[in-house]
């Protein structure tokens, strides 16, 4: 549609018509300041939208077409899908995929039976069911990300409360997005940020869940540089600054490389296939590799690293600012460094090169892995997963003797003969040592069985130092620390796979216990609450499952709490027929 035909038609401004001077004054007072609200939604400006919108509503009448197309686009923004969708049908805008009207009405109807939470700074919507354990977590990574940004880039975001939007799938996100079905499935994109708001997948639809609170902290980094730049940072550079800082709601700065990229990243700087900069433009995901996109993004991490060892948060706030007043991603770097480019490139190349690579490729895939694409390769929720045989675990595992000794292990320990099931894990685990989850896991299930915890503990500890934040491992190393009633440290294990897996009940069980046992009433409730959703027990019940978590007479290894994930120890539980959500 051409919103400024439109506009001349209903201001009486033909041109084969001759316009008086006062018309013609107006007529570019109003083409002016609308343009000025495009611009201010480029620049992910929604107040100053909204402000110039004002002014052009006392000049027009209120049913000019390019009036409704802009109130509704800054209605969209706003969150307000319903008055979105009036304006934007009133505007005759065209109801087709991409069409703003379309994204307008399917994000409506995606989130209209949504629950609302809401802390300080944000608004957080959810799906009926599950995603209630997620709040308060979510509410309080946001929250502390939100601090950070505002210490570290010196950026708050004005115009209100930030609105997170969780979906429950890859084809609930393409609706609410301008991205495909297809793209978030082949890249694997989990969330997005955009139209002035996070949207963030359920970790329900992931089939080994994910870093989701990492994820939401990293998104809320993109929209504050997205507006303290005026929409101006390149996309090597918004990356580096978001992985780089995405740690800083739990900590530091830059705790987000895996070792598993930075081997990869080693490989390349050895074989001297780096990617250049210029080469990242317009989009690192249109590289043609899925390695060359994962070494780009390990590339930029250590850019933005080096920028921040270099000048620390100063440094990142240069940089940002100086793409805001106009300058090229090169002039920025090189104003905030103090350096040419072209040294800056070679710092950086050296800076790389000193990083302390594994000595060799660690196979774990950083992609995220949707279950709908990933059927018939991963268990169920709810699926009981104890004792039985799980060969598949092992097609991970390169080496075929270590291979052969896993399954014969897992061979064993079905038919109950753990002390044989632990030696050959124990040959797997000397020939490939931490290199594999399965393995380590696997392991260390027989050792905790067989009341060899401080094995089962060594095994564990070596796991998570090359696979870190793993969920399943952090839940084996957090019963064995609640076994010893070390309850900080079991804690920190819990919170750690609660950070990728908050839909485990042990997790919940645990904490209601921890909580307790430290003095902590109100977090003791809240686990307690989140236990009550995942399970279906009554209060009452669950504080009867939480003093029953670690009785004497409990296997480690037990396995029956319901609707819980991956093959760890479980404590008591009510029937799994009492979990309305199970298999979400």
Request: net charge neutral; with cysteine; aromatic share 6%.
């Amino acid at each position: 549609m051409n919103h400024w035909g439109a506009l001349v038609l209903a201001l009486g401004l033909c041109a084969a018509m001759p316009a008086s001077a006062q018309e013609s004054s107006l007529k570019d007072e109003v083409k002016t300041r609308l343009g000025q609200v495009e611009s201010a939604l480029d620049d992910w400006d929604v107040p100053g939208a909204r402000r110039e919108l004002s002014e052009v509503e006392a000049l027009i009448p209120a049913d000019v077409e390019p009036l409704k197309y802009y109130q509704g686009r800054v209605a969209f923004e706003e969150g307000r899908y319903d008055d979105a969708v009036g304006l934007l049908q009133g505007a005759n805008i065209e109801d087709k995929p991409g069409s703003y009207l379309r994204l307008a009405k399917d994000t409506r109807d995606i989130v209209k039976n949504h629950q609302r939470a809401e802390s300080e700074h944000f608004i957080f919507l959810y799906p009926k069911g599950k995603e209630a354990v997620l709040v308060p977590y979510a509410l309080e990574t946001l929250e502390a990300i939100h601090r950070a940004m505002a210490e570290d880039l010196g950026w708050t975001p004005p115009g209100g409360k930030i609105r997170v939007e969780v979906v429950n799938n890859a084809r609930e996100l393409a609706k609410v997005s301008t991205l495909t079905e297809k793209q978030i499935r082949t890249t694997g994109t989990i969330a997005i940020c955009k139209f002035n708001k996070l949207m963030v997948t359920s970790p329900k639809a992931v089939a080994q869940g994910y870093d989701w609170q990492d994820t939401l902290a990293h998104e809320y980094i993109h929209l504050v540089v997205s507006q303290m730049s005026r929409n101006t940072v390149p996309i090597w550079l918004h990356e580096g600054l978001a992985k780089f800082l995405e740690s800083r709601w739990r900590g530091k700065a830059g705790l987000a490389m895996t070792p598993s990229t930075q081997a990869l990243l080693g490989k390349r700087v050895k074989a001297d296939k780096l990617i250049p900069f210029e080469k990242m433009h317009p989009s690192i995901a249109l590289l043609p590799t899925a390695e060359d996109a994962a070494t780009a993004f390990a590339e930029v991490f250590y850019a933005i690293d080096y920028v921040h060892q270099s000048k620390g948060a100063a440094g990142l706030r240069a940089v940002v600012q100086g793409l805001k007043a106009g300058q090229s991603d090169k002039k920025a770097v090189e104003t905030a460094m103090g350096m040419p480019f072209g040294l800056f490139e070679k710092a950086w190349l050296s800076h790389i090169k000193k990083q302390p690579f594994p000595m060799e490729l660690v196979p774990r895939d950083d992609r995220v892995v949707l279950k709908e694409d990933a059927k018939g390769k991963v268990k169920e929720d709810g699926e009981k997963k104890g004792r039985e045989i799980s060969f598949g675990d092992f097609n991970e595992v390169q080496e075929v003797p270590a291979r052969k000794f896993a399954h014969l292990g897992e061979l064993l320990r079905e038919r109950n003969r753990v002390k044989a099931a632990a030696e050959e894990y124990a040959k797997a685990h000397k020939l490939v040592g931490d290199k594999y989850e399965s393995v380590s896991n696997k392991y260390a299930l027989t050792l905790l069985e067989l009341k060899r915890l401080d094995e089962a503990e060594s095994v564990l500890r070596g796991s998570l130092r090359v696979h870190p934040g793993a969920p399943a491992t952090n839940v084996h190393l957090g019963r064995i620390l609640l076994h010893r009633k070390d309850y900080p440290k079991s804690k920190t294990a819990y919170l750690e796979a609660l950070a990728s897996d908050p839909f485990d009940p042990e997790i919940h069980v645990a904490l209601t216990r921890i909580h307790g046992a430290l003095g902590e009433a109100e977090l003791a409730g809240r686990a307690k609450t989140a236990t009550a959703v995942l399970t279906g027990l009554k209060p009452e019940e669950v504080d009867e499952l939480a003093r029953r978590f670690l009785q004497e007479e409990a296997e480690l290894s037990g396995t029956s709490v319901p609707a819980s994930g991956g093959d760890k120890p479980k404590a008591p539980a009510a029937p799994a027929a009492s979990t309305p959500d199970a298999g979400r």
